[in-house]
């Protein structure tokens, strides 16, 4: 099934926190993925692949995605097939780098947060969440140390990281 809709989320830059700490401070309810995408070449906007392993499953993804603001844009995804997926590698943007991470996902004070660990960064990572709103009030958990909001800086979005690889 296709998922179509306004994707409202703010970013922020922290340093790297593991596992043990999220446990630690969380509990056991904590998701953990890891997850490679390609970019694709794209006239507008961004598309994009993504093998995502769970649990000793594996998921594709295809996405694009086209900025409305610096919170808003629109994103429509489906899921594919490994097959479409391995077809789609032949788009494959060559000027981008795949990204790779583990993504932990946790609720804190009835939000939901990603915390996306990246392969190339040992010191920092990147918190989002996904709101209802702009005007939404985030309650970020104490125990990570934020560095600073990124939301509009378009250097941390994964399709500039792509080029990077750095934070």
């Known amino acids: 099934m296709a ?3 306004f994707e409202i989320e703010r970013k922020f830059l922290i340093n790297s926190v593991d596992k043990l700490t999220l446990h630690k401070h969380i509990g056991r309810n904590i998701g953990e993925a890891q997850i490679e995408q390609i970019y694709l070449t794209a006239n507008e906007g961004e598309r994009r692949i993504r093998k995502k392993a769970k649990d000793g ?3 594709y993804f295809y996405t694009e995605k086209l900025s409305i603001s610096g919170l808003k844009r629109i994103e429509n995804e489906r899921q594919i097939t490994e097959d479409e997926y391995l077809n789609f590698l032949s788009e494959a ?5 795949p990204i790779r991470k583990t993504r932990y996902t946790f609720n804190y004070k009835s ?3 990603e915390l996306d660990v990246y392969e190339f960064s040992s010191t920092k990572a990147i918190l989002e969440i996904e709101l209802q709103s ?3 009030p985030v309650k970020l958990p104490e125990f990570i140390q934020v560095i600073k909001e990124v939301t509009y800086d378009k250097a941390y979005k994964n399709h500039s990281l792509a080029k990077t690889l750095s934070l």
Request: no cysteine.
């Open 57 to 59: 499953n594996t998921v």
């Open 134 to 136: 702009e005007s939404t």
């Open 3 to 5: 998922k179509s809709n």
């Open 111 to 113: 939000q939901f947060f």
């Open 93 to 97: 943007d060559f000027t981008l780098s």
